[in-house]
T-cell receptor
Framework: RKEVEQDPGPFNVPEGATVAFNCTYSNSASQSFFWYRQDCRKEPKLLMSVYSSGNEDGRFTAQLNRASQYISLLIRDSKLSDSATYLCVVMGSSYKLIFGSGTRLLVRP | SAVISQKPSRDICQRGTSLTIQCQVDSQVTMMFWYRQQPGQSLTLIATANQGSEATYESGFVIDKFPISRPNLTFSTLTVSNMSPEDSSIYLC?????????FGPGTRLTVT
């Protein structure tokens, strides 16, 4: 079983739609979680950290369910510029990052 | 966040040769990492390169193949040695700044 699992997609949605991605992780001792965004041929960029209480940044909401070991990302009012691959990331020991395979999002006009 | 640069941005190399990739950060950071992203795949950690200590390698990666230097708190190099086509990949350095991690723009390596 992979340490971090994501649905690879692609998710193909119209502009303005709400889309949600889920991710599961295998190590129940994990403490820190993140969503990164990666555009084609670019490096991953930190989108947001995921806190136990859930957190929101504009159109983006991240939630953590420790009991079920899953993390979610909700994007509201999708824009064309949201088209990218979204990487679910779990921090292991000594700040090492463990990446999911990524979920591809395509937002169409 | 830290500003990270890498050189070269891309290269095409012949098998059997070696390439050294440089990573420069605009501020002093203790923790630095090297990752690999193979075509169509996600990122995999190669090694941790903390200043003042030997690099520590993840399972499947060895120092003879990927020697790393970390001479100071703003700079590191990763060498890909005796390259084969399977080493064709994007190589990225990252740093921990605050408690978040940021990535350099990557070096796209093609081995022919």
């Amino acid at each position: 079983r992979k340490e971090v699992e994501q649905d690879p997609g692609p998710f193909n949605v119209p502009e303005g739609a709400t889309v949600a991605f889920n991710c599961t992780y295998s190590n129940s001792a994990s403490q820190s979680f993140f969503w990164y965004r990666q555009d084609c041929r670019k490096e991953p960029k930190l989108l947001m950290s995921v806190y136990s209480s859930g957190n929101e940044d504009g159109r983006f909401t991240a939630q953590l369910n420790r009991a079920s070991q899953y993390i979610s990302l909700l994007i509201r009012d999708s824009k064309l510029s949201d088209s990218a691959t979204y990487l679910c990331v779990v921090m292991g020991s000594s700040y090492k990052l463990i990446f999911g395979s990524g979920t591809r999002l395509l937002v169409r006009p | 966040s830290a500003v990270i640069s890498q050189k070269p941005s891309r290269d095409i190399c012949q098998r059997g040769t070696s390439l050294t990739i440089q990573c420069q950060v605009d501020s002093q950071v203790t923790m630095m990492f090297w990752y690999r992203q193979q075509p169509g795949q996600s990122l995999t950690l190669i090694a941790t390169a903390n200043q003042g200590s030997e690099a520590t390698y993840e399972s499947g990666f060895v120092i003879d193949k990927f020697p790393i230097s970390r001479p100071n708190l703003t700079f590191s190099t990763l060498t890909v040695s005796n390259m084969s086509p399977e080493d064709s990949s994007i190589y990225l350095c990252s740093v921990v700044y605050g408690y978040e991690q940021y990535f350099g723009p990557g070096t796209r390596l093609t081995v022919t």
